[in-house]
């Protein structure tokens, strides 16, 4: 049983459900790394201060360098009758340096401790998160180049619209991507700020050097009122909200995916290695991967929200109520890592259905806009002339005939401004290159953003 690091105070033991009850040994192991990277900064600190002995602070450090050596190669034995990963490893760090040991928690509370920890844990997570989605746009830009003259059809309502590049509609994912990138990085300098030395709440009269522990630990700079430093979770809360946002960005990726698998659709096929079969229908391909990436989005929207209604009512500072952020996320942190990797990986194995595309593309009602600003640019009102291609739409596209198919003397009926010439626009490729505006699926703007992404991304 590991000792309790308050436990002189009390009487009598714990009720062992309590203990069990309590205990956090099971989740906040992750972070021994940090723990002892922390210890380490701080009794260096404590020894050139000379708040205790130099030759006590050197055992410390010994120590817990080696304890280190251990977690990092995987090794290290996590006590689960320990309270948290705190007294574990304070326990071993006795059995290793001895008395010198007792002297490690001088000017520290596990307030400030945890709150060091679970931040060193986040600087380095949210690299590796924003590192991971830029692989994940270089997998999705590769896609697009390789895919670059493909032309399908938009939705919106999930009714057909217009024709827009593949790339295009590609490149809206990681334009989307790069802002959950910029959110992450935004994030990590508000994490970027060390709370070690606000102790339980209200500082320390000992002599201390924050601006030393922190310069070790590779923190910008120090907290500035010792009871924020201990009550504040906003942090994790941001990360969260950050990666709540950044999931719904996956799902409907993933969405798009699903709904472009399938025969009603068939816009891409989906390798093998990345999609399951049905115990019952042979035939079966389904696409369970994307689909357990759709339905994490409540996984992770719900970590957000569990540390939200977790804080909402506590009082300052410190409460136990904060052993239970940690669990959400990690978890919403594991969970989007996975999802970027999969992602990447995935988009490296569809293939264009091409023909199946291009049959999609002869729906004449795509054009519909095209022909709107072909009357416009004769000189009829927006109004006029959304009157007169409706018409159009109702009088022959709704009756499954073609306006390419219509005499001159037909598509006067509708309006003595649709000359014969209108028919040339009837067509995908010629419908891309009308659009002008920047940021429009026009195949030269598409191909400069590809550029601008390749350049951006390194890619």
């Known amino acids: 049983m590991s000792k309790k690091l308050w436990g002189s105070r009390f009487s009598k033991k714990t009720n062992a459900m309590v203990d069990k009850f309590t205990s956090s040994i099971s989740y906040d192991q992750r972070l021994a790394k940090y723990d002892i990277l922390g210890s380490i900064a701080h009794a260096t ?7 205790i002995p130099s030759v ?8 817990l360098k080696v304890i280190l050596k251990d977690v990092v190669a995987g090794k290290f034995k996590f006590d689960p009758t320990a309270e948290d990963i705190h007294s574990n490893i304070q326990d071993l760090l006795f059995k290793k340096s001895g008395s010198a040991a007792l002297k490690l928690h001088t000017a520290r509370s596990r307030n400030d401790q945890i709150a060091l920890d679970i931040k060193m844990y986040l600087k380095e997570e949210t690299k590796e998160l924003a590192e991971s989605i830029s692989l994940l746009q270089k997998s999705i830009l590769r896609f697009a180049k390789s895919n670059a003259k493909v032309i399908i059809p938009s939705y919106t309502h999930l009714q057909v619209a217009q024709c827009v590049l593949l790339a295009h509609h590609l490149l809206a994912y990681v334009e989307a991507l790069e802002r959950d990138k910029e959110r992450i990085q935004d994030a990590a300098k508000r994490i970027d700020i060390m709370p070690l030395g606000a102790c339980a709440l209200s500082g320390t009269g000992l002599p201390i050097d924050r601006t030393l522990v922190a310069k070790q630990l590779g923190f910008s700079k120090v907290t500035e009122n010792s009871i924020d430093s201990v009550s504040d979770r906003d942090y994790i809360i941001e990360i969260l909200a950050d990666l709540a946002i950044l999931s719904v960005h996956l799902s409907r990726m993933a969405e798009d995916l699903i709904l472009w698998s399938t025969k009603e659709f068939s816009f891409i096929d989906i390798d093998f290695s990345f999609c399951t079969g049905s115990s019952i229908m042979p035939h079966k391909k389904n696409p369970d991967v994307l689909e357990l990436i759709r339905g994490s989005v409540g996984k ?3 970590e957000l929200s569990s540390v939200l209604i977790l804080m909402k009512g506590l009082p300052l500072s410190y409460n136990r109520d904060m052993q239970l952020d940690k669990p959400p996320v990690f978890n919403a942190i594991d969970t989007a890592k996975n999802i970027l990797e999969i992602f990447e990986a995935l988009f490296e194995n569809i ?3 091409k023909e199946a595309v291009a049959a999609k593309l002869t729906d004449e009602s795509m054009f519909s ?3 709107v600003e072909y009357l416009i640019k004769k000189g009829v009102s927006y109004r006029g002339a959304h ?3 409706g018409r159009l739409v109702r009088g022959c596209l709704d009756k499954g005939k073609k306006i390419s198919a219509l005499s001159p003397q037909e598509l006067k009926r509708y309006s003595t401004e649709l000359g014969s010439d209108v028919k040339k626009i009837l067509s995908a490729e010629k419908s891309l290159n009308l659009k002008k505006s920047y940021g429009s699926t026009n195949p030269r703007l598409v191909a400069a953003q590809l550029d601008k992404w390749s350049k951006k991304l390194h890619a």
């Not at 600190?45 to 708040?51: A, H, P, Q, S």
């Not at 006590?56 to 120590?63: F, N």
Request: aromatic share 0%; proline share 0%; glycine share 12%.
């Open 369 to 371: 806009v095209d022909i």
């Open 387 to 389: 009157d007169i291609v």
């Open 56 to 63: 006590d602070a050197a055992k410390i450090v010994k120590g």
């Open 300 to 302: 992770i929207n719900g």
């Open 351 to 353: 293939i264009i259905e």
């Open 45 to 51: 600190m404590l020894g050139k201060k000379k708040i």
